[in-house]
């Protein structure tokens, strides 16, 4: 049997196996009908069934998280960690607490984890965690106590060599503060790698905040370079408002771009002379307001409720908020109006019709796994800085992400010419990530 042949029938039965886990059969589907040619080059990954034991996580955790809202009501949230592989070394990846979660959104971000986590040439294996707790409108205390009563329930799971998670959508610094104080209470132990993500005051990296929007914008930086073209003077869009989508902006005007746009899950806001980053982090992480209050500080600015930011015309496009954001006709627009590079700052934010419709566009396009990797790659980095009780300086570990950043993109790169796709990022970096956790695999037997 082919390699193209065996993929379609790898495909049937996660599918099968996994009923109504769309985004998880949407993440699946996108890596696995790029390897046919792995296959074809090496059978003794088919031999071995390599692809059909990524697929299916090594542990799934889903528990119940009790806690008490500020009017002594008790509510009831669903916790989940989902390990899927631990080849190349512990568990890592995000938390996030939204009510959009359930399995089969952990199962895709654990899923993409996996090859994103490869990629980055760090000992790190590949897991996703979270629950349906929404924190928005919720108190310091309510949140306190929520972070509390999930790490009760998941902290017999975690630790340095085994575990770590991070954060994601809805869990910051203070969350992760909170999360590490229940763990080292419960514990009596202070194991600073168990957790990344932390405030730099007592354990955290560098960088570790910026890193997720800086590293999308250095592989950006990268993309174009090898077209002869670059950020400098660039007019950039750039979806959410989150940290991810704040420090993108930074690191784009820091480089020369203009960014006239950005939103939230309640609209867009367009400033044709360029975003005003520093009212911009005063709205959305001090007081964590709307990004519609941003036009009281900017008369000239405007917001559109409900707004669709993919209409506006840019060079540059990072979708940054969410998955499945940018669909086809968005995709149709953006090349229309002359962009010429996206790059995925969020997980599967594109939608396959809108990543198609960039491919043959043949815009330089950046797929999630390997252009946001700078935050789990600045993770790694935090978690051996713990490991050897030492602290970086800012411009030594920025140094160390763009290196890395850059050695993605080379790899990325090679590799998609190596299979005859020269440009194409989707089959570069799925190829990168797979080879080196399947050669792990190989080498320890069948587990």
């Known amino acids: 049997m082919r390699g193209s042949d065996r993929i379609e029938q790898i495909y049937g039965d996660v599918v099968r196996r996994n009923p109504g886990e769309i985004e998880f059969h949407q993440a699946v589907k996108e890596v696995v009908e790029t390897l046919g040619p792995v296959l074809d080059k090496h059978p003794e990954y088919v031999e071995h069934k390599l692809i059909e034991r990524i697929c299916e996580p090594e542990r799934q955790l889903i528990f119940r998280v009790p ?7 008790v509510q009831i949230a669903r916790g989940f ?27 895709f971000l654990g899923f993409e984890q996996i090859f994103k986590n490869a990629l980055t040439g760090l000992p790190i294996g590949g897991a996703k965690g979270g629950s349906d707790f929404d924190p ?39 969350e992760i503060g909170y999360l590490f104080g229940q763990y080292k209470r419960i514990t009596n132990r202070y194991e600073s790698g168990v957790l990344t993500g932390k405030s730099p005051e007592w354990g955290g990296a560098l960088v570790r905040r910026e890193a997720t929007g800086y590293g999308t914008v250095f592989f950006t930086e990268e993309m ?15 979806s959410g408002s989150g940290n991810v989508a704040l420090y993108a902006i930074e690191k784009l005007q820091q480089l020369g771009a203009k960014v006239v746009a950005c939103s939230d899950s309640s609209g867009v806001i367009i400033d044709e002379r360029g975003v005003d980053l520093d009212v911009l982090k005063e709205v959305k992480m001090v007081h964590r307001q709307r990004i519609s209050s941003y036009v009281d500080h900017h008369g000239d600015s405007k917001f559109i409720a409900n707004g669709n930011i993919w209409d506006i015309p ?18 149709r627009r953006l090349v229309a109006n002359g962009c010429i590079a996206v790059a995925e700052g969020a997980n599967m934010p594109t939608t396959p019709q809108g990543v198609r419709v960039f491919q043959e566009a043949g815009i330089a396009y950046g797929p999630g796994k390997a252009a946001n990797a ?17 602290a970086w300086t800012f411009e030594h570990t920025e140094r160390r ?20 796709s020269a440009g194409n990022y989707v089959i570069g970096a799925n190829i990168v990530g797979f080879r080196r956790v399947a050669q792990a695999m190989l080498a320890f037997g069948v587990i």
């Not at 929520?146 to 991070?166: I, R």
């Not at 840019?314 to 995709?331: S, W």
């Not at 950043?405 to 190596?418: G, K, S, V």
């Open 67 to 73: 806690w008490q809202d500020d009017r002594g009501e």
């Open 81 to 107: 960690r989902v390990g899927f592989s631990s080849v190349l070394g512990p568990y890592k990846g995000g938390l996030r607490f939204h009510p959009s979660v359930y399995l089969g959104i952990i199962k």
């Open 136 to 174: 928005k409108g919720k108190s310091d205390g309510e949140i306190m106590r929520f972070c509390q009563s999930f790490m009760t329930s998941l902290y017999s799971h975690l630790g340095e060599y085994t575990d770590v998670p991070a954060g994601d959508i809805g869990v910051g610094g203070r």
């Open 224 to 238: 174009l370079k090898v077209r002869d073209q670059g950020i400098e003077g660039r007019t950039c869009v750039v």
């Open 314 to 331: 840019c060079h540059i496009a990072l979708p940054c908020a969410t998955q499945n954001e940018l669909g086809e006709e968005d995709a």
């Open 374 to 390: 700078g935050g789990v790659a600045t993770s790694a980095l935090e978690m051996q800085q713990n490991a050897s009780r030492d």
């Open 401 to 420: 992400l763009r290196e890395i950043m850059q050695n993605i993109h080379q790899n990325c790169f090679e590799t998609a010419e190596e299979f005859g």
